[in-house]
């Protein structure tokens, strides 16, 4: 049985503990825990229990006083043995340590020009890598400058992990230096959210941070890291200890210090555990769950696979992924990052007319797809049809399916792994060929009209169609295209024909604009053979172009194409009929082709004076990527009908 007594006599019987010796034996078996608040919280216990000294709890090792070893190390330790190449940030001297000692790994460490394109490049290494992106930023608006990246992490299913400093434990609380409550912002961002206060923590809870991002359904992981957690014990210990106590309160105090040191610094380098990966776990779909998809397949006339993102995740290579789809023949709709992954011709990838082959589909399966506003919530599968769910999350899997839609079979699985055994289980099958060839006769349509739209001359500037598509025939195989935008990427979404897997990178669900630095950034670094671009529109090119400045000083060439009209024109098309104004909604035709020259890059501008050279303009462009430069091409536009009616909220 318990009984709790409090001493408010702060820290006295602390400071007792923590260095007079002759009390643990007084103690021994007796105290079970000691919580230092606004007073000393001894939890007794049954004689019965008493097993270890007082001191096996709470002081868990020597302490090496004159050692300079830092917690940063044990940090960057981690990272190696977890294959990490880039650590991404903006420096700040609560998380140095860090920074230092991952540098020293041979980790690259890449600072960005803001906190937000530091987890937007690690979350683009992680789809790109396979393994965790990291991103380390200092406490306080360090952290909070995250947010929004780290939500989009979140919402598009990448395994971050954010390190954010903090300020030392014992100062949380009295007002030190960017202090605030961070573990609590981070609540609905993320996985799960550890704060460190022991050096000898760090390895157990990095490996634990890794598996939980990648485990599952992959995600973004917070570590708050203290500053006295990563500083050498004598670096701490001067900026905390009382040297001359001059009164009883401050010396009980500084013995209390003493004791808080103890702890945070006990064991920290002695008997250092692996910093070896943990496995990593996700789910299969069953055998039965395969084959009853294979039956529902074969006794269908009209197949249609909805391919979502989670099929580009390890562990199951894309290649094959991208091989299964294509023996098994089954119309296939790509979006998000599997945009690209049958290549840029395939005969059974369609880009248009979804809704109404969904409408004469029988079986439908949504390979990592899920029935959000992108499908109407479920209300454009067909009502009579077998629809096949599978996801990692179950939530997501079965989202809207009581309201609007109803599985014939759903499966919490890897999509890839799904994706694969059923090819095997259908070997042999095709479907028929006159449903494909109804669907690639409705593609047909849908792209002599797009032509025909891209041959109208606009009221001002150049034909954003026309202009996509002079783009895409100079795209190179070896293409990683970053969407950041509204209208103008909308648009490119149904132009452009991304040339292989993991070619196409957007913000994912949470559509945010302001992804494009960063996400070129981590690209450019993680697949340096390619050539990236990032497609901008006028108004999102405002959140990251600053980042020019963060290629050229890391020797990271990306080259990008503004759509310039002059606006936030995903916006106006709904806002100006229904509303009656296009208020807030104007931006100029600026020339932002200036602002790189100044941050090191090149600048290049397109309109209707030089539109007879625009592919000689983007071939320029490419050749000077070559040879190690950043370009922008600013190219005005007009506005067309061609996405009227598209959603913005």
Known sequence: MYISIYFHIKYLLAAILANKTTYFDTFRGLVHRVEFSHGVHLSFLHPGNWREPLYKYILPGDIDEKSTKNGGELVAEVFKSHGVKFVYTLVGGHVSPILVASEKQGIKVVDTRHEASAVFAADATARLSGKVGVAVVTAGPGVTNTITAVKNAQMAESPVIIIGGAAATLAKGRGALQDIEQIGLFKSCCKKSYSVTAIRQIIPTLKEACQVAMSGTPGPVFVEMPIDVLYPYSTVAQESVLKDPKNILQWITSKYINYHLKYVFGGAFENVPSTDPLPVEYPKATAEQISETAKLVREGKKPVIIVGSQATIQPTPVDDVAAA??????????????????????????????????????????????????????????????????????????????????????????????????????????????????????????????????????????????????????????????????????????????????????????????????????????????????????????????????????????????????????????????????????????????????????????????????????????????????????VLIGRTDFRDGSISV
């Open 325 to 634: 789809l294509t023996e098994m023949g089954i119309p296939c709709f790509l979006g998000g990052m599997a945009r690209g992954l049958l290549g840029a011709d395939s005969s059974i990838q369609m880009k248009h007319k979804r809704r109404e082959a969904l409408k004469d589909a029988d079986v439908v399966i949504l390979a990592g797809a899920i029935c959000d506003f992108r499908l109407g919530y479920g209300r454009s599968l067909p009502k009579k049809g077998k629809i096949v769910a599978v996801n990692r999350d179950k939530d997501k899997m079965l989202l809207n399916s009581k309201q609007f839609w109803h599985p014939a079979l759903a499966a919490q699985s890897d999509v890839g792994y799904f994706l694969t055994e059923l090819a095997k289980e259908l070997k042999g099958y095709k479907p028929d060929p006159a449903w494909v060839q109804t669907l690639r006769d409705r593609e047909d349509v849908r792209e002599k009209e797009l032509d025909e739209k891209a041959s109208k001359v606009t009221d001002k500037h150049l034909n954003p169609i026309k202009v996509l598509q002079a783009f895409d025939k100079v795209l190179p195989d070896n293409a990683i295209l970053v969407a950041d935008g509204g209208d103008f990427v909308g648009s490119a979404a149904y132009v452009l024909r991304p040339r292989k897997p993991l070619s196409w990178l957007d913000p994912g669900p949470f559509g945010t604009l302001g992804v494009g630095g960063g996400f070129a950034l981590g690209a450019k670094l993680s697949r340096p053979e390619s050539q990236v671009w990032v497609i901008y529109g006028d108004g999102s090119l405002g959140y990251s172009v600053m980042e020019y400045d963060s290629f050229v000083r890391h020797k990271a060439p990306v080259l990008s194409i503004v759509g310039n009209d002059a606006g936030w024109t995903q916006i106006a098309r709904e806002q100006v009929p229904m509303l009656g104004s296009d208020v807030a909604c104007k931006l100029a035709y600026s020339n932002y082709q200036d602002i790189v020259p100044a941050l090191g890059g090149k600048g290049e501008l397109i309109n209707r004076d030089n539109e007879d050279k625009m592919e000689k303009i983007l071939l320029d462009a490419q050749e000077a990527n070559k040879k190690g430069e950043s370009v922008l091409v600013n």
